[in-house]
């Protein structure tokens, strides 16, 4: 008797190159079965008499487009993961991926990013997103240590930085910490109200139970930090929102979100870093990774991950 396959995965794309690349990839995992279609119709007319664990859908379609696609997903299988994939920028389809409540939007980069790939779609079907072990090899070196004041933010993202060989974009990197552990800090675990930041109190130290858990991981490929909160007060369409205002225009062609006090440290995340991703347990845990890759190969259009259990 044969035995069955963990997961479900339908393939969306209309491209059969595409489609047979990521089919081709995706089967070698004894985990998935994998199911390919090249429209949204199709897509549908399969999931009414096949259970799918995740469905990763090209955005630009004949017929029914990505979004709309994973719309009719979520009305009528809810318990379905949904990613969406394009070869356009990411930037340009924020305002929709916040409407339409999509977190994962994986770039068709050249070469293609099959690692990420796997690692982004394991992460989902398991419901472990959580941890920077998730993105590396079983034997990689990670170190860990927690960050208790607030009166010394700006030294502790440098001796974090310093923990990563990265001189060319070391200053950019420390701005990107220091911001992820003043949100972790004063929003995360003490909820402090960002329009009256002058009032905030610098005077304190966290417990034990309450301090920020920061991470730091490298391979031959890449590194990666992690800075995570106890708080879990983040909200997906939260991050959506903010990154949406820095990247949406005015009249007179200015970002939306010139002048806003809150949500700029997680634009600075992903403009200065390959990649931002944003796990988030309600009420619980709030973890930000950023990783830089070593070389130029994935410095294209940048993916969105951000994940809400």
């Known amino acids: ?65 990505g979004f709309d696609l994973l719309k009719l997903v979520k009305q009528h299988y809810p318990e ?18 916040m409407n339409y409540d999509i977190g994962n939007i994986f770039v068709k980069s050249a070469p293609f990013n099959f690692s990420e790939l796997d690692i982004i779609l394991n992460n989902l079907l398991s419901n472990n997103i959580f941890g920077l072990e998730r993105h590396f090899a079983k034997d990689a070196n990670i170190r860990r240590f927690s960050v208790y004041r607030p009166d ?12 990563v060989d990265d001189t060319d974009r ?22 402090e109200d960002p329009e009256n930041r002058q009032f905030w109190n610098f005077d304190f130290e966290l417990t034990e139970d309450t301090a920020i858990e920061v991470a730091v991981a490298s391979d031959i490929e890449k590194y990666a930090i992690s800075v995570k909160d106890r708080g879990g007060r983040l909200k997906k369409q939260e991050v959506l929102y903010w990154l949406n205002r820095q990247i949406a225009q005015d009249e007179s062609g200015m970002p939306l979100g010139l002048f806003d006090t809150h949500g700029r440290g997680l634009f600075i995340a992903r403009r200065y870093i390959d990649r931002l ?16 890759y070593l070389n130029q190969d994935y410095s294209g259009s940048k993916p969105i991950f951000i994940n809400e259990l």
Not at 80 to 96: G, M, P
Not at 182 to 187: E, V, W
Not at 280 to 292: A, F, H, L, S
């Open 277 to 292: 991703i944003v796990n988030i347990d309600r009420d619980r845990q709030t973890e930000v990774i950023v990783i830089n």
């Open 152 to 163: 010394n933010l700006a030294a502790d993202a440098q001796e974090i930085v310093e923990l």
């Open 170 to 191: 070391g200053k950019k990197l420390e701005l990107v910490v220091v911001e992820l552990l003043t949100n972790a800090m004063f929003y995360g675990v003490r909820n």
């Open 80 to 97: 379905t993961k949904r990613v969406l994939i394009t070869a356009y920028n990411v930037e340009d389809y924020l305002d929709l991926a």
């Open 1 to 65: 008797m044969q035995e069955r396959k963990n997961y479900t995965i339908l393939l969306v794309d209309d491209d059969p190159l595409i489609r047979g690349m990521i089919s081709r990839f995706l089967s070698m995992d004894e985990r998935y079965e994998i199911m390919v279609a090249e429209s949204g119709d199709e897509a549908l007319a399969i999931m009414e008499q096949t259970k799918v664990d995740l469905i990763l859908s090209d955005i630009h379609m004949p017929g029914i487009k």
